[in-house]
Nanobody
Framework: QVQLVESGGGSVQAGGSLRLSCAASGLTFSIYAMGWFRQAPGKEREFVAA????????YHADSVKGRFTISRDNARNTVYLQLNSLKPEDTAVYSC????????????????????WGQGTQVTVSS
């Protein structure tokens, strides 16, 4: 049974930082590309960042580029999302996801391409 479990969310003031973790089990982690998405109340789910299976290639949405950083530790079956310089508009539920699709950007940014999802962790940024 595949499980993706996020942690590290919380409430911070604008300008603060958080580090989200997503621990995977029940799958061969190293063969999955991993992504982070977020969904704010009343809004559609939005791509945040993705990282390739093995060579460490990453892609970040323009809205978070330079502030958020995705990384992974295949030995720990964990993917991370470092959130810096947080803004109130970053408030959302952040979810990690795994996919075995081709290593192309169009697959990484599409939620429909992901095979497994976590339950999400809440990030709240106050002004």
């Amino acid at each position: 049974q595949v499980q993706l479990v996020e942690s590290g969310g919380g409430s911070v003031q604008a300008g603060g930082s958080l580090r989200l973790s997503c621990a995977a089990s029940g799958l061969t982690f190293s063969i999955y590309a991993m992504g982070w998405f977020r969904q704010a109340p009343g809004k559609e789910r939005e791509f945040v960042a993705a990282i390739s299976r093995s060579d460490g290639s990453t892609y970040h949405a323009d809205s978070v580029k330079g502030r958020f950083t995705i990384s992974r530790d295949n030995a720990r079956n964990t993917v991370y999302l470092q959130l810096n310089s947080l803004k109130p508009e970053d408030t959302a539920v952040y979810s990690c996801a795994a996919q075995r699709g081709p290593m192309v950007r169009s697959y990484w940014v599409s939620a429909a391409r992901y095979d497994y999802w976590g339950q999400g962790t809440q990030v709240t940024v106050s002004s």
